[in-house]
């Protein structure tokens, strides 16, 4: 699968990447207790960190990263995963509180998807429509709805409320002046038509001839469910204030490159990086406090361990080619955490 054209994310350049903490940096110092304590992080790394408390708390988010199926998500989800002591630090439009203590101000554990996957679905939805329309409607609509359990896809509806959008806009004596993507062109029986309930689709399941086809929605049925609590900590109007925008999308659902769903995604996406969109995932925390931090630890965690089911489904379908990427930045979540910024003593 190539990847998709003309997406442009919000940029995290000039983030400063290296930071050595120094005696006084109360925060990481207790952040790093507290995993201790836990049991999340493992005493044996400390010494193999230099005794630095940020190269220690990385280690543990890294290996947290590794654990949960870390390796196979980068090969198919373009994310940027950090941790900070303060909103200046992350991509927003907010500014600290320079007046807590240092051991009072909360960290913000995010992740932000910096590309979207490419999933081309039209192999796939062929197999499925050709044993039974509702089967096909089922897979879409469960790969649908996993991704939107930790962030936003893109598929034929989006497609359709973008063009929406754009004609309410227009003149109607306007509109051959400009060319607008069309994604009624990709309407298919698996967008329109009834997907089954669990109970009876399992049955479905059962008496399908094609093994294989049915493997890939058993699987996806069996991704864990649930929507995850991918913002901890964080109020809503807080969240309106800080970022400028939604969360752009992770992945990008179409039937064949180049279609009109994608047409419509790359019109889109030329306004994403007008503004800050929010994450995919962030928690507010005290470094000390255990409960919480165990709470935002479980969170992130199940984040990935969907994350992993779904890039796990998507590399085993008709026509995935998800190659391991061999050039990586400072952003990406293999890092597990962007370093800290500033010195707190």
Wanted: aromatic letters at 10%.
């Amino acid at each position: 699968m190539a990847p998709a054209g003309g997406l442009v994310q919000p940029s995290l350049e000039g983030v400063a990447t290296s930071f050595k903490l120094v005696s006084g940096d109360g925060a990481a110092v207790a952040l790093a207790r507290t995993l201790l304590s836990l049991g999340i992080a493992k005493p044996a790394d400390w010494g193999n960190c230099g005794k630095s408390a940020n190269t220690f708390v990385d280690r543990t988010f890294t290996n947290l990263f590794d654990d949960h199926g870390g390796p196979s998500i980068a090969e198919v989800f373009g994310l940027s995963g950090s941790l900070s002591f303060s909103m200046s630090d992350l991509p927003t439009t907010n500014e600290p509180n320079e007046k807590l203590p240092v051991t009072d101000r909360p960290c913000y554990l995010s992740i932000y998807p910096v590309s979207a996957a490419f999933v081309e679905l039209g192999p796939t939805l062929d197999r499925f429509e050709k044993i039974d329309p509702r089967l096909a409607a089922t897979f879409y609509h469960t790969l649908m709805e996993v991704l939107y359990r930790v962030g936003r896809p893109f598929g034929y509806d989006d497609a359709c409320e973008y063009r929406e959008m754009v004609m309410e806009g227009i003149d109607p004596e306007d509109t051959e002046q400009y060319e607008i993507p069309d994604p009624s062109t990709c309407r298919r029986p698996a967008y329109t038509a009834k997907p089954y309930k669990v109970a009876q689709a399992k049955s479905e399941l059962r008496r399908c001839k094609d093994r294989e086809a049915a493997g890939w929605l058993q699987t996806a049925l069996a991704i864990p469910g649930g929507r995850q609590k991918c913002f901890l900590g964080i109020a809503p109007e807080d969240l309106e204030y800080n970022f400028e925008g939604e969360t752009v999308p992770c992945a990008l659902i179409v039937n064949t490159e180049g279609d009109g769903i994608q047409a419509c995604f790359d019109a889109q996406s030329e306004h994403w990086g007008e503004y800050t969109g929010a994450p995919m995932f962030l928690a507010e925390f005290k470094p000390g406090e255990r409960r919480k931090v165990a709470q935002v630890v479980a969170a992130y965690t199940d984040t990935l361990d969907i994350l992993h089911g779904v890039s796990a489904l998507l590399k085993v379908l008709p026509g995935a080619d998800y190659t391991p990427r061999t050039e990586r930045d400072d952003r990406t979540m293999r890092a597990g955490l962007r370093d800290f910024t500033e010195e707190y003593g």
